[in-house]
């Protein structure tokens, strides 16, 4: 039975001029968030100077793992921008796989640095709104990655034909959880002592600002992919 209701897609009722000029935005604001994402994990490792500590390496991790590779991961699938737009499905989804492979295991480096440098300066643990937001995005990540896996496996899994299109959302859903859990967690870390006694003034303002663009731009890739838009009916 046909459905009375069908989807517009992004773009559909605006001019030839007006569709060009959202297409080219959108290009401009994913190549953007690349360039964020990409500057703000050098900017943090080198204000972190690895070496001088074992706290040092545990922002230099996780820049890496989630303002890296969880936002290349994702934005690998944009049509605009991607350095990996010519890429095959499967290609992009291998690259997916790959990046965050490194996502789970660059991040659990990093927590154990944390671990170790906590242990050795004898402090608690968790005691900070950072550490508890840092914890539940390493935890929404590994449920992130099982849903991941049985969108990749259903047959080894033995999951029913009709499971993976509702996995596919729920995988696509969570990713979108982490992100914005990540870029708080990064946000919350510029509130802390070592950061605040690092950056200060206007670069500090600038540098709670940076991570929010990747996260809209990561949010409404995701959002436009997965989520039902506006209705029309017949």
């Keep these: 039975m046909p459905s009375d209701v069908e989807y517009s897609p992004v773009g559909e009722g605006l001019g030839m001029r007006d569709f060009w000029l959202y297409v080219w935005l959108r290009r401009v604001a994913v190549i953007a968030a690349h360039v964020t994402g990409v500057g703000l994990t050098i900017i943090i490792s080198l204000l972190s100077r690895p070496g001088t500590s074992l706290f040092s390496w545990h922002p230099v991790c996780m820049s890496v793992a989630y303002c890296f590779c969880l936002t290349e991961g994702i934005l690998l699938f944009s ?46 643990h968790l005691v900070s709104w950072h550490s508890t937001l840092g914890i539940s995005t390493l935890a929404a990540t590994v ?26 959302l ?14 708080v967690t990064v946000v919350s870390a510029m509130f802390s002592d070592w950061f605040q006694a690092t950056v200060r003034g206007v670069a500090w303002w600038a540098f709670l600002l940076l991570p929010l663009f990747p996260a809209l731009v990561v949010m409404n890739q995701i959002t436009n992919a997965y989520l039902p838009r506006k209705k029309i009916t017949s």
């Design 79 to 124: 049509a605009e921008g991607s350095p990996f737009c010519c890429k095959s499905r499967k290609n992009k989804v291998c690259l997916h796989w790959f990046c965050q492979a490194l996502v789970l295991i660059v991040a659990a480096t990093g927590l154990g640095f944390m671990v170790a440098s906590k242990n050795v300066s004898e402090l608690p």
């Design 143 to 168: 449920l992130q990655a099982g849903f991941g896996i049985c969108v990749k496996f259903p047959k080894l899994l033995r999951l029913s034909p009709s499971s993976p299109p509702r996995l596919k």
């Design 170 to 183: 729920y995988h696509a859903t969570c990713g979108l959880v982490v992100y914005l859990l990540a870029t």
